[in-house]
């Protein structure tokens, strides 16, 4: 009962201080897509130049953190026109290079992490593409599409489909602040929190029992931490392959990442580790369900490279300025819950939380949360109710 306590106190601090930066994450994404259409994205996403890459990076830097959404989406976008390598640069950098998954980065591990990720998730974009360009054959793209079509189910099916920003007439702030805008943000909002829920409590108990079971000296041999040189080669080959297998997708697994650092893995293996979470067990699956099983493959093999390829590049970066930080305490783990001011900044934004949620409630938010795992087919509006006060 002790070892389950311990566990249990580690995830409930760790979630304590990042309460509020993942709702100030949620609640900036939720203002975004409330104002940005999906049928806009799909218009700019028709080809694979650097250009268009760097717009679908953009525009999923804006989009949902949830791993299945963002899958789904990618799909929903191919289908409807969008290029395949577009369609995976937006599924990239809305789960990677988020807001919020910045804020936690910062939080819990500090604000070089939270660099690294953004230089190493447009540099992993970068890989990516140049590898398509060279193993991934429009045969195989006709084929891919080929499978999209016939709409098989995966998750998020119905998030996905979603459209819930306000109609483009009138100027971002007009219709940010209209009633019709505080029903899209809350709508988006609440519906974003539903997806991510439970990767993000899974990460935070499954970082909590490792953090409080496993010993630092296990993480520091696996690692290979007293061999400096052989972990800045081993940690982004094999952090990749242990979020593969921890079934912990998005933000989720940002705890996860923060034990790892604590236990020795390399600065480049915890940025490949946390880029690793699309291609956890569950959305290798997806994948074969959305393009077949021999593009499942290819996006395991590329993704791959391109992580690796991104961590060890990270590593170089940050190592020739000296921006690796020397510590590796992860304080929050033991810090518990106390009154300073992230419990003030919690309160408040737990109370803006509560708005959100009674505005969604009134607004025929329940009947769309049952639409979350729908059909891929169907496209649900989000604002029949949008008019409400």
Known sequence: MD???????????????ILWALILGFALSAVVQAVVRKSTIVRLLGDDRPRTLAIATGLGIASSSCSYAAVALARSLFRKGAHFTAAMAFEIASTNLVVELGIILALLLGWQFTAAEFV??????????????????????????AQAERGVAGSMEGHAAMDMSVPTEGSFLHRLFSPQGFTAVSHVYVMEWAAILRDVVLGLLIAGALAAWVPETFWQSFFLSDHPTLAAIWGPIVGPLVSILSFVCSIGNVPLAAVLWSGGISFGGVIAFIFADLLILPILNIYRKYYGLKMMFVLLGTFYVAMVGAGYLVEIIFGVTNLIPDHRDVMVMEQGITWNYTTWLNIAFLVLTAVLLVRFVRTGGIPMLRMMGGSPDVEHGGHDSAGRS
């Not at 070892?3 to 201080?17: R, Y």
């Not at 190493?120 to 045969?139: C, E, H, K, N, T």
């Open 120 to 145: 190493g998730g447009p540099i992993m974009i970068v890989i990516l593409a140049v590898l398509f360009r060279i193993f991934v054959r429009s045969r195989l793209i006709e084929q891919a599409r």
């Open 3 to 17: 070892a389950i306590g311990h566990a249990l106190f580690v995830a409930g601090s760790m979630t304590w201080e």
